[in-house]
C-alpha cells in the first residue's frame, strides 16, 4: 500500500479552505449590494426542467462553497450541522447527474472526498467518517451517472480500505489491488466498512 503523506494532504486542505472561505466572502458582498425588495421582481412559474437547470448552474459554485466551509467549521460531532450540510452534496451531485453537467458533479464529488480526511487519518473525526457514508450512499444511488467520477469513489474506497487493514495490522491483506470484485459490490463493501471507520479513527487519534 502506497504510504499516506500527511503534509501534502494538510496543505490541500488549508488551500481548499482558505478558497471555500475566499468564494464566500464574495457571495456574502454581492448579497450585501442588492437592495432590491421582494415587491421589485416578477415571479414566474417554470414550464421547463431547464429552468432548474440555469438556476442550478449558475448558483452551485456558493453553494458548494458555502456547505464546504461550514462542514469546515463545524464541530467535530455536531449532529445538526453536518446532516444539513451533506444535504446540498448529495442533491447537488443528483442534479448535475441528471442535468449532465459533468463540471458541477465533478466539483461536489471531489469536495466530498477531500472533507473525508481520508489521506490524513490523524485528522478523521466524526464529521470525516459521515462525509464517507455520504460518497458511499451517493455512488450506490447514483452510481449510473457518475461515470468518470468513479475514479474518486474507488479511491476514496481504497484509502478506507487501507486504512481498516492497517488499523487490524494486516496492511497488505486487504489492498484493494488484489482484490477482483465489481465496482459496485466494491462499494456495498465499503458502506459497511464505514460503520468500523468509528474504531479505525479511533486507533489513530487515540
Known sequence: ATPLNMSDAAHRAEAFRRESEKLLSQTKFLFSQRKETAQDYTYYSATSNSHAMLLFESSWAPILAAVSSALERAPPADEDIVPVCLGPFRDGIALASRFGMDTEKESFLSSLAKLTHLESVTDMRGKNVACVRAMLDI???????????????IRSISQLEQIRA????????????????????????ARDLASFGGSAVRFFTG
Open 166 to 189: 492497517v488499523a487490524l495490522g494486516r496492511p497488505d491483506q486487504y489492498s484493494l489491488a488484489h482484490r477482483e470484485a465489481p465496482a459496485l459490490d466494491l462499494v456495498a463493501q
Open 139 to 153: 455512488a450506490m444511488f447514483e452510481g449510473n451517472s457518475l461515470g468518470r467520477d468513479w475514479t474518486t469513489v
